[in-house]
């Protein structure tokens, strides 16, 4: 107790370092995303997260966005827990022969229009899982794809930006 005691008042305390240039680049990224899901939406843009099979480094990064840090609501985006409720659905993984069926349901479930957005390089091609006898292989393989984010995983700001180029993509292909 003693050691502890001491400890405690020798050490300096914790803190966050002051924001860096990714901060400031992804409160940019973010908001940008939020005023495209409005003009494009009218609202803000629902996200339903489907992990196919992966080893959750992926999911880890997606979950980092709604962390205290670089708190994705603050931008209108928010996570559902039903695909009857969600815009895009952001899949995870090579999909595997025991989740197939599932991703297939979820996407069925949600309604028009939807948009599915891999993250990872597993999801694009089934990444070092490709050729498994458990996996079925990308996501491109099982649902139709409208836009990919690479990395091994990609970092919460890549995942934002991938966001915003789908729907820039999507109001550049809308007359």
């Keep these: 107790m003693r050691k502890l005691l001491f400890q405690s008042l020798v050490q300096m305390p ?3 370092p002051a924001p860096s240039a990714d901060d400031r680049a992804f409160a940019e990224v973010g908001a940008a995303l939020e005023r495209a899901a409005r ?33 994705l609501e603050r931008f209108g985006l928010r ?3 039903s695909p009857r409720h969600a815009d895009v659905l952001l899949v995870t993984g090579p999909v595997t022969k ?17 948009w599915v957005v891999t993250v990872g390089d597993c999801a694009h091609d089934g990444g070092c899982f ?6 079925v292989g990308g996501v491109g393989e099982v649902v139709p794809v409208d836009l990919h984010v690479p990395g091994c995983p990609p970092a919460p700001l890549e995942i934002l930006r991938g966001l915003l180029a789908l729907l820039e993509r999507v109001a550049s292909a809308t007359p």
């Design 14 to 16: 914790l803190t966050e």
């Design 39 to 71: 003009r494009r939406l009218g609202r803000s843009l629902s996200i339903r997260e489907v992990d196919a099979g992966s080893c959750n480094g992926c999911e880890l990064e997606i979950h980092a966005l709604n962390n205290a840090y670089y708190d």
């Design 79 to 81: 996570f559902v827990a």
């Design 98 to 114: 025991n989740m197939r069926m599932a991703l297939e349901r979820t996407y069925n479930a949600t309604p028009n229009p939807k």
């Design 130 to 135: 490709a050729g498994s006898y458990a996996v």
